[in-house]
């Protein structure tokens, strides 16, 4: 199946830091990739969808200033945790699509702890 | 998106077949059914899709009825490695860009 990269693997910040979370489609070209956040034994959250070269779509609840997404090029998504707070401490996830599949696969995630 | 509904836990020992039922009552024609793994601090891994009958890979099979309405995920044999987390989701077909949305999942714990 395709690959789906992230970096970086884990991440401890101070409370009011930023922090950028990179999403990479390895051996594909994605137009499209989504970003998830999963709690302690909780199941995955989609947060917004990320579309090249156009605003990403957020889902309800979720605030577009403080989780910024950038999809610059086909193979790279972003997501900015801005002026981070202990509850946004999560492991966060992104996925794409491989076009000729049509299967959705899942990056090894991101571990977010902010002190 | 079609709701799915499977058991929230089960257990097994080494060697078993697993098999994990989802419901989907409200399945529409252009969906299909997705599996997948997930093990802990790990992103979610692509197990097995369908849409009707039966389907099988080299990892499970995947078994779904005339009406659509559920479908059985089997595990042959099962290990200790196999201990994850497995959803279940409904997909539009045209849809590996349509965003999923997960349920709880069913918590298998394989035994030695």
């Known amino acids: 199946g395709a690959v789906v990269s992230q970096h970086p693997s884990r991440v401890i910040c101070k409370s009011g830091t930023s922090v950028k979370i990179e999403c990479r489609s390895l051996d594909f070209q994605a137009t499209t990739m989504f970003w998830y956040r999963q709690f302690p034994k909780q199941s995955l959250m989609l947060m917004a969808t990320s579309n090249e070269g156009s605003k990403a779509t957020y889902e309800q609840g979720v605030e577009k200033d403080k989780f910024l997404i950038n999809h610059a090029s086909l193979t790279l998504s972003t997501l900015t945790v801005t002026s981070a707070h202990p509850e946004d401490s999560s492991f966060y996830i992104c996925s794409s699509v491989a076009p000729s599949e049509e299967t959705q696969y899942f990056g090894p995630g991101t571990r977010l702890l902010v002190l | ?112």
């Open chain 2, 1 to 112: 998106l079609a709701k799915t509904t499977q058991p929230i836990s089960m257990d097994s020992y080494e060697g078993q077949e697993v098999n994990i039922t989802c419901s989907h009552n409200n399945i529409a024609t252009n969906d299909y059914i997705t599996w997948y793994q997930q093990f802990p601090s790990q992103g979610p891994r692509f197990i097995i899709q369908g849409y009707k009958t039966k389907v099988t890979n080299e990892v499970a099979s995947l078994f779904i009825p005339a009406d659509r309405k559920s479908s059985t995920l089997s595990l042959p044999r099962v290990s200790l490695s196999d201990t994850a987390v497995y959803y279940c989701l409904v997909v539009p077909i045209s849809g590996g860009y349509n965003k999923l949305i997960f349920g709880a999942g069913t918590r298998l714990a394989v035994h030695p």
